[in-house]
């Protein structure tokens, strides 16, 4: 029941905070796209297109980039009704100086040569970081990233290790884990050796914290380190793993690294919920979906293990967002950390936060963060939360309790600024 | 934060758009209501008397029509705050000339006769149709419908097969099958010959959809033609199945009708989730509930088998709306459809559909459909779906993205009439 | 899209009705708060303190209750934003007589000195029930409670058996179930007859009924006596019981309950899905959290077995609420209860209430219960309820059906009073 002034009013100061984006998929060597169609091969457009209907084939590589930005304009007006495609339509009005509500298949020569031009500008990367009002973003790095020829000042490092959890039992993962470290992980004092090789290496480039997404069936426990080394030896002989020897494997590893995030003092996001190649001959990076039934007591040991690990949580399900909420009001050591992927959608984006901000201390909460491939979806992406975050404030807050603009605003900061930089403590280099 | 006059507005033009209903119970011979109780022997009508304290006894053919009517209108002020009490006071404003608030018991009689008269006027069939903004009704019929004696124009067929996937080890089942194709279906091959006459006798009959409803657990799975002889095989000996057994019965018919929808290009209509029987002592229809743990995950093998197949999914609880949406948004061949039963409620069909509308491409969508069992039905459910479209077409898409009004119907006609025009076929007969 | 005077009207009518509180933890000898300490020692406060940072050290005896109020205090600016903390400031405004819009630490000791003043008033007790408008309070007894020395008719006596249920394999409750009967339970006919004296007493001290909270994986069934007296002697010899065992002693004793509950024309309150202490380190009563995966499914076998037993369901999950409306809508004997601990968020009691007012019969929901410990929790927390009460009476009664302000305002005399009152025949004593 706020009114609109009020909301607009409390979006534009929102804006004005300074962001830090504590999870992206940017590439520091190239942060920002270079056509319209690093824009439009983002997962959401190509997958979107094709479950719409079109065929795989403009995303091969025999079509050109115009071609493909024209097959995927020419679909999009069948999944206009989407958030995504409002992203793109504030990417279009803000950046490529595009003047209409709508964009059509018809606009795209006109929006392609428009793009072409604004990003081979030399300072694009600094106008679109600056109109998107983002100080710092974190990236997801491969653990044998060699961090380097980058401001990890502006792009800070962050240590993935989906692969080490996930695939160590991969010839091709244990020869770049030992191309890394210098190590052959045939047991589990050496995987031990090599794991702290890397955080060694991640924290000498001022990372920040450790990353992995996890499967619904997830149960993280302990594993003795006899057990672990024998499955260890079984794989470095080229042996395959049965069902139970490649989840000891994983709980092994993951532990290892929760050990290594309590030491080293590094947060530990965990994002919960993906299962990996649903929709097989799906496009690329639009193959993955979820199964609801999950819940964070699976989690249960690892939380009361590590008390002093920030784990900072982001889950897949609206369905899962009262048990983050509850346990992050119950465990210091949880946090709630953004809207992820399938629910980073304004319906459930608005009721999850509104439980968090009613139910989580303010100082445990990351209100968000981007996800982003290139730097140009910053802006869109943090827009449609901080719309909502502003109408929250509004009504809960300024309207339901009498708050203060300015005092909204703070609390706004802490989601968006503060409790990241405190967390993750980016200030600190 | 949309105002009431916008919201109307739009509501008073969707109300324009001729309805395509994909889904109802109506029997074509006979599908309006004769007497005040073939309304409220609409089993929401019965089960939330019962629920709210009414014996049996009212319902069973020893009490005339009329009483039945006072039993139920007597308990009814025990949920007059539900939808299903306004969807009657719609019905009794619109079509039976009822001019207050509120219906009581003392109003039976009165609205007894008036339904009396209404209901025997010649064309009451059509004026129901047309003040409903009806065109075409999706019906639910039994593998062994004649289907003849009625306009397939008007009243589109559409095969309803929980018989054939959860009761073909039933000798009555069997025994109908035979009697309707003139096969005995003692094996894979005699069942998919079997199964193949009925497509066709519903296809000459202008049926454009396959349907089934689904307990929460199934989960289906090709079987090998050997293996699905063996157990029919023993059916036709009248030995019983074991529960893996049953179960293999079960998905090897299920997975034949996929095959039968992928050839003829026919849409399989999945309502999933429901538990039968569940209060055993429940009035007729009104014993069946369910288990939230279930996922769309269980449908993989199936998604990615039959690629051709548009399978127009319904899910039971709100839970599960997330799921639905993103798998709709990534699988090209599955639809989202409608809000089912204990889902067809205000709260959650908000919620449930803005979803959908921020998330999935918005040819996907089938808006709505009836499920009911008699025409009058239609005009109270509809509405208050249109009412809740009205509301979120107002605020996301007219006030959030500047939508225009006709922009916004626009939308809603999809989801109200095309895409089921569309995916069933319905022009092309 | 409710204006905020229909809102304010509604709730000022709505704080009018005189409350009958279904479910508290009240002590009837020490019903008040005596110190700022007895309400900052709500382990909400304990453990939002906790989460956000505070060691459990201020929570020890060796902490004076000032210094422990002032640790709290300090701590509470990080969670400043709950609803938790507004229920604070609500006492703080109503009760001491706190002028200001937030609490601070330095407002300690002004607080903590108008808090012993006014709780030493000889009328405290009275004056916080009146000011609260609650008429009649229900307590949780343990089942040796000997109930004497306080008012049953204000304070109603409620028979809470998870300790028989759960713990009955314990020694200390065996010998207390002795104590108070004089009966050892060597077998089932014992136990029943041990249970049977139980609710006599109860009874006879005007008890109103009959009281479990329950772990997600409950599944309650049917034991023979045989069965269970084999279980019931093991642990008369003081051995210990299997896993299996375990579940059979479970089931066993609960099922005599409800069977007592029959016997008696008893409700059986069930409160659904706790977990108890997941986090193992937490402060007390701030250890407990949850599955969202359980079903109400679980409880058909005892739905159907006792139709007379009024079954009054508490669920922890906003995900369970779509359950728990539509079985209150299908089993005659099933009622919705509250919106309890994790899920008595206004987020959540919102969309849940919502789904309840549409769906399931008016007569059969207790809209609120307090849970509170000390008697000044009863205001903030109806108060906050009412609100959202007022809010959906407003939207979807006022406005979106015609209700006027009376019929809108009789609607929450049911939810808040009536049906309690009928339900557990409070005024038939």
């Avoid at 959401?44 to 980039?65: D, F, I, R």
């Avoid at 004092?189 to 794991?195: E, F, G």
């Amino acid at each position: 029941m706020a009114d609109e002034k009020l909301v607009n009013e409390l979006y534009a100061e929102i804006c004005r905070i300074p962001l830090i984006d504590p999870h992206s998929h940017i590439n520091p060597h190239r942060p920002t796209s270079r056509t319209l169609d690093d824009i439009l091969g983002y997962h959401y457009y190509t997958e979107l297109a094709h479950s719409a209907g079109m065929s795989k084939e403009p995303l091969s590589e025999k079509t050109s980039p115009r071609e493909r930005v024209r097959a995927i304009l020419t679909y999009m007006e069948r999944f206009d009704n989407t958030v995504q495609y409002q992203w793109f339509v504030d990417i279009a009005q803000t950046f490529l100086g595009f003047q209409k509500e709508r964009v059509e298949a018809a606009d795209c020569d006109a929006l392609y040569d428009a793009a072409e031009e604004k990003m081979a500008q030399k300072d694009w990367e600094d106008q679109v970081l600056r109109q998107s009002n983002i100080e710092k973003v974190f990236l997801t790095n491969d653990f044998d990233d060699p961090l380097e020829g980058f401001d990890t000042n502006r792009y800070v490092p962050c240590l993935r290790t989906d692969d080490l959890v996930f695939h160590l039992a991969k010839l091709d993962v244990r020869q770049r884990l030992s191309k890394a470290t210098g190590i052959e992980v045939g047991d589990a004092s050496a995987l031990r050796k090599a794991v702290g090789k890397l955080f060694d290496h991640f924290r000498q480039h001022q990372a920040r914290a450790c990353a992995i997404s996890l499967p619904p069936d997830f149960s993280p426990e302990k594993v003795s380190d006899s057990d672990l080394s024998a499955v260890l030896a079984k794989t470095s002989r080229g042996q395959d793993l049965s069902a139970d020897e490649q989840r000891l494997c994983q709980n092994g590893t993951f532990w290892m690294l929760a050990e290594y995030c309590h030491e080293l003092r590094m947060p530990f996001d965990l994002m919960i919920g993906v299962i990996r190649r649903v929709y097989e001959a799906g496009v690329f990076q639009g193959q993955d979906l979820f199964d609801q039934r999950t819940s964070l007591i699976q989690y249960r040991k690892l939380f009361n293990a590590f008390p002093n690990v920030a784990f900072c949580l982001s889950v897949l399900t609206t369905n899962q967002n009262q048990e983050l909420g509850s346990f992050s009001w119950i465990f210091p050591n949880v946090m709630t950390s953004g809207h992820w992927w399938y629910a980073n959608i304004p319906a459930y984006i608005e009721l999850d936060a509104r439980y968090r901000l009613q139910a989580v201390p303010k100082t445990k909460q990351i209100g968000y963060y981007s996800d982003m491939y290139k730097l140009e979806f910053g802006l869109p992406k943090y827009n449609m939360y901080r719309k909502i975050l502003a109408k929250i404030l509004a009504e809960d807050f300024v309207r339901g309790r009498g708050y203060s603009t300015e005092q909204a605003v703070e609390l706004a900061r802490l989601l968006l600024r503060d409790n990241a930089r405190r967390l993750f403590q980016t200030d600190s280099q």
